[in-house]
């Protein structure tokens, strides 16, 4: 009987974990170099307060292939939804984001670009510390492992860090050239994460995106892989922009 009594309680509090109004469902999108696996612990983390999480798995193929395998997963969702994006994920979630069910936006270490702007366009701005890019012969893009964890991961361990190096996903370097158009982030509600040790974006490019577009930013003392070395920073942001939803 104290046990039904306690996994009774444990359900309710599980329940009242997710505001009433909130949007109950997040969608996640990962970044270049990486997978959806990433985001295991963020998404543990909402799923213990009750969101539904989905993670998009996108090839990193084109933009526009991205952003249809985002549009899949939204078109699964059963309401409102939080989407978020780290890095590259910010293009994919500024084009896909303008979606009926996407009530906001979360930008985590992440571009934001205007209509017409690409993510070349943003870096030529303000260039990012990490020279550690360089192009395959058919077009792709891969970071040289041997600067991966300075400059990617560096506040991971170095197993870590060694591990996302050997298995990165090399994303066509045309996602980096091609331009949005109507910027979701300018009719929805949006969050910002700013990366403050972020050596594969420049910190004052994010904050400088992120201000531009009025965005709620919170900075967090972070390499670029935020979304795994602060979870828990990251995941209280995504529950601010679902409670306001």
């Known amino acids: 009987m104290n046990r039904f009594i306690a996994v009774a309680a444990i359900a309710v509090a599980l329940m009242q974990a997710v505001p009433a109004?909130?949007?109950?469902?997040?969608?996640?999108?990962?970044?270049?170099?990486?997978?959806?696996?990433?985001?295991?612990?963020?998404?543990?983390?909402?799923?213990?307060?009750?969101?539904?999480?989905?993670?998009?798995?996108?090839?990193?193929?084109?933009?526009?292939?991205?952003?249809?395998?985002?549009?899949?997963?939204?078109?699964a969702q059963d309401g409102p939804v939080v989407l978020v994006g780290h890095s590259y994920g910010g293009i994919v979630i500024t084009q896909a984001g303008g979606d009926p069910k996407v009530t906001a936006l979360v930008y985590v270490a992440a571009y934001a670009p205007e209509d017409g702007e690409s993510a070349a366009d943003l870096r030529q701005k303000m260039p990012p510390a990490s020279t550690a890019s360089k192009r395959t012969p058919d077009g792709y893009i891969q970071l040289d492992p041997a600067q991966f964890h300075q400059d990617f991961a560096a506040d991971l361990p170095a197993k870590t860090a060694r591990f996302m190096a050997i298995s990165q996903v090399l994303p066509n370097a045309s996602v980096f050239s091609t331009k949005v158009s109507n910027p979701a982030w300018k009719n929805k509600p949006s969050w910002g994460i700013v990366a403050s040790e972020d050596r594969a974006i420049n910190p004052a490019l994010e904050r400088f995106m992120?201000?531009?577009?009025?965005?709620?930013?919170?900075?967090?003392?972070?390499?670029?892989?935020?979304?795994?070395?602060?979870?828990?920073?990251?995941?209280?942001?995504?529950?601010?922009?679902?409670?306001?939803?």
Do not use: M
């Open 21 to 75: 109004s909130a949007a109950k469902n997040v969608v996640l999108v990962h970044g270049a170099f990486a997978d959806g696996s990433g985001w295991r612990e963020v998404a543990e983390i909402l799923e213990d307060k009750g969101y539904r999480v989905s993670v998009v798995q996108h090839p990193e193929t084109s933009l526009d292939e991205d952003v249809l395998a985002v549009k899949r997963v939204l078109a």
């Open 210 to 245: 992120y201000q531009r577009g009025g965005f709620a930013v919170t900075e967090v003392k972070a390499s670029h892989a935020v979304y795994i070395s602060r979870p828990k920073e990251v995941a209280a942001v995504i529950v601010e922009a679902a409670s306001r939803n």
